[in-house]
């Protein structure tokens, strides 16, 4: 069975620092992986879309990487905001459109 | 716009009160999924649609009922709600080839009293 781990749980950092958000899982037999971002009480938004192929995704300040031999894969923020506070959440997608998340990584950007 | 779409947004209920909680895609695809997030237990899928009138289970389909009569719609039919299933419900959908994105609705949240 696919288990999807992300580390930390929660990180709070000052506002213009890079981070790294890390997303673990068991079975790398995977079509692609996505990063969501999650506003409390809200709904999923896409931020990035990986396929098995690819080694990386970028979009602005987001740049997502993924190593499906090593089952990993990293989102990078960079210069973050407060406004870049939410939880993110991974999530990999193997046959039959079977989508696995993780627990998720809820970031605090202070001021 | 591409979306999906569901309601209601937000659902009180009384336990054994039939409900129905709507989903509709708009991009003519082929699956549609339910998912509950709860906290600590992240998403769990409840049911998922390969097609028009294919369904399966996902993980946790117990207390759950889903019909697909039509492509674009995905209702989840709770027949007697309980207390423990108040969560934060999401519809998702995609087309049905591997790697494609897999797109979700804003979300219900229901409480069941």
């Known amino acids: 069975k696919q288990e999807v781990t992300q580390i930390p749980a929660a990180l709070s950092v000052p506002e213009g620092e890079n981070l790294v958000l890390n997303c673990s899982f068991t079975?790398?037999?995977?079509?692609?992986l996505q990063w969501f971002r999650q506003d409390p009480g809200k709904g999923l938004t896409s931020l990035l879309l990986i396929q098995s192929s690819q080694r990386e995704q970028t979009s602005g300040r987001l740049n997502a990487s993924l190593d499906t031999s090593s089952g990993r894969s990293t989102l990078y923020i960079a210069a973050s905001q407060p406004g870049d506070s939410a939880t993110y959440l991974c999530?990999?997608?193997?046959?039959?459109?079977?989508?696995?998340f993780g627990a998720g990584t809820r970031l605090t950007v202070k001021p | 716009e591409a979306q999906v779409t569901q309601n209601p947004r937000y659902l009180i209920t009384v336990t054994g009160k039939k409900l129905t909680v709507t989903c509709s895609q708009n991009?003519?695809?082929?699956?549609m999924s339910w998912y509950r997030q709860d906290p600590g237990l992240g998403l769990r899928q409840i049911y998922y649609?390969?097609?028009?009138?294919?369904?399966d289970k996902g993980d946790v389909p117990e207390g759950y009922k889903v019909s697909r009569k039509e492509k674009r719609n995905f209702p989840l039919i709770l027949e007697s709600p309980s207390p423990n299933q108040t969560s934060l419900y999401f519809c998702?959908?995609?087309?049905?080839?591997?790697?494609?994105?897999?797109?979700f609705g804003p979300g219900t949240r229901l409480t069941v009293t």
């Open positions: 079975d790398s037999a995977i079509y692609n």
């Open positions: 991009m003519n695809h082929e699956y």
């Open positions: 998702a959908s995609s087309y049905l080839t591997g790697g494609n994105e897999q797109y």
């Open positions: 649609s390969m097609n028009v009138e294919v369904t």
């Open positions: 999530a990999v997608v193997r046959g039959n459109n079977d989508m696995r």
